[in-house]
């Protein structure tokens, strides 16, 4: 039990280590300096046993000791500042009394025991470092040769500084305690925010991985019975025994034609919904050789995709880049209304992102229809083909973002459109 408490009083928190070893350090050279002025200008002061030398240096020493890290000094830091300054007090005290009490001495004795109980900042550690050098203030002071009312007012001043220095401790002391009960309740505050996040988190995460099977359970479901519908159509369409007419010919063509946009849509619902994991199966890709994949499978006679510089190496995910590119070419080729069309794709690089250029030499986007291609289902042209569904765009903007990129568009009517993306480093 003792031992606990003696260990408690030698504690001191990391800014009270710093603070003491910052006023040794200071108090050093300049203690030193002082006593040595005083000297300069009382050749007949007495300082005995080389005391501002001694002193200066053990202040040197204690002050820079906590740089060596020991956790020994660091546990009992409060200790070794404690003995320092109480044996240099008693110093100053017996040093005043062989000088009769000097002006100048007791300036120092003053100074330093305003100075130390500040220093402390410990109750316990402050009324024996008081007690005692009170008592050896009034045994010199009562065995000098001072008239009476000298010795009143050393031993009152000494006491008054003592009870001011005292105060101001205290309520420092309560400021601090102040403080660490506010710390201690913003820390259980911010675990108790944390534990909620948390908590929240997972909500989320279960209720995305809830809506991930009901997007497949949907589109299975649904492309089902679109299957089926495109299936008993076609056969209708292909049975020579049955005399069609021409007009319904036409019909089931078009419930065709609706059964596949009925599909693409479906299918371009799953892969949207399903883009909400940027970090998910993320490795280092090549993506020149990605986008050459891609450039082969999209080329034809009328279709020139040219690569006009390499594309780098980027840790991503693979199938999102396919998309991002996929949707871009495929966008560029789809709305092209040239005879020979010609898509051109460039790359840049700064210190903080990875830029990439597609541009192509199609109809172009007038500027005020810029915000509105990459809004979900919105489509600039009416569909004859039945192949648009207006999702790419949107998809590709979403996996952009969600990998913390951007992307734009520069173009203007009949001068082509150039899509433009970045990606962090």
Same mark, same amino acid.
């Given at each position: ?64 000791? !906590? ?5 020994? &000094? ?73 008239? *009476? ?23 420092? &002391? ?10 201690? *309740?913003?820390?259980?505050? !911010?675990?108790?925010?944390?534990? +909620? ?10 209720? /995305? ?15 089902? #019975? ?31 034609? @609706? !059964?596949?946009?009925? +599909? ?14 940027? /970090? ?42 396919? @998309? ?6 495929? /966008? ?30 199609? #109809? ?16 600039? @042209?009416? +569909? ?27 173009? +203007? ?13």
């Amino acid at each position: 039990m003792i031992r606990s408490v003696l260990k408690n009083l030698g504690a001191l928190e990391p800014f009270e280590i710093r603070n003491s070893c910052i006023t040794l350090c200071l108090g050093a050279p300049s203690s030193f300096a002082y006593l040595e002025i005083m000297k300069y200008y009382h050749p007949d002061v007495v300082l005995p046993l080389y005391g501002n030398i001694i002193f200066a240096i053990l202040f040197l020493i204690v002050g820079v000791s !906590v740089n060596f890290k020991s956790k020994f &000094i660091l546990k009992n830091y409060g200790w070794f500042v404690f003995g320092v300054t109480m044996l240099f007090q008693h110093y100053v005290t017996y040093a005043t009394y062989l000088n009769n009490f000097s002006l100048d001495l007791l300036l120092v004795m003053y100074v330093f025991l305003f100075g130390s109980v500040l220093l402390l900042s410990n109750r316990i550690l402050v009324i024996i470092y008081s007690a005692t050098q009170t008592l050896h203030v009034a045994y010199h002071v009562y065995f000098s040769d001072l008239d *009476s009312i000298s010795e009143i007012a050393i031993l009152l001043s000494t006491m008054a500084i003592f009870v001011s220095s005292f105060w101001m401790m205290s309520i420092f &002391i309560r400021y601090r305690k102040k403080m660490e009960a506010l710390n201690e *309740s913003l820390e259980d505050t !911010v675990k108790q925010r944390t534990l +909620d996040l948390e908590i929240r988190a997972k909500e989320l995460l279960d209720k /995305n991985k809830d809506l991930e099977e009901f997007a497949y359970i949907v589109s299975n479901d649904l492309k089902r #019975p679109l299957r089926n519908i495109y299936t008993l159509t076609d056969w209708l369409s292909e049975d020579e025994d049955e005399q069609l007419n021409t007009e319904a010919m036409k019909s089931l063509q078009q419930i065709k034609n @609706q !059964v596949t946009q009925m +599909d693409l849509l479906v299918e371009g619902i799953l892969n949207y919904s399903l883009q909400a994991e940027p /970090n998910q199966d993320m490795k280092e890709i090549n993506v020149h050789t990605l986008v050459k994949r891609i450039v082969n499978a999209l080329s034809e006679d009328h279709i020139s995709i040219s690569i006009k510089r390499k594309l780098p190496r980027l840790f991503f995910n693979e199938s999102q880049m396919q @998309q991002v590119f996929v949707n871009l070419l495929q /966008n560029a080729i789809k709305h092209n209304d040239k005879e020979n069309i010609e898509v051109f794709i460039d790359y840049e690089v700064n210190k903080l992102r990875h830029k990439f250029f597609i541009k192509d030499n199609g #109809p172009g986007i007038h500027p005020k229809y810029h915000g509105k291609i990459f809004e979900l289902f919105q489509k600039l @042209q009416v +569909d004859t083909d039945g192949e648009a569904i207006g999702i790419g765009l949107a998809l590709v903007k979403k996996i952009i973002e969600r990998n913390e990129g951007t992307i734009d568009i520069k173009s +203007d009517e009949g001068q082509g459109a150039t899509f433009i993306f970045t990606i962090p480093k």
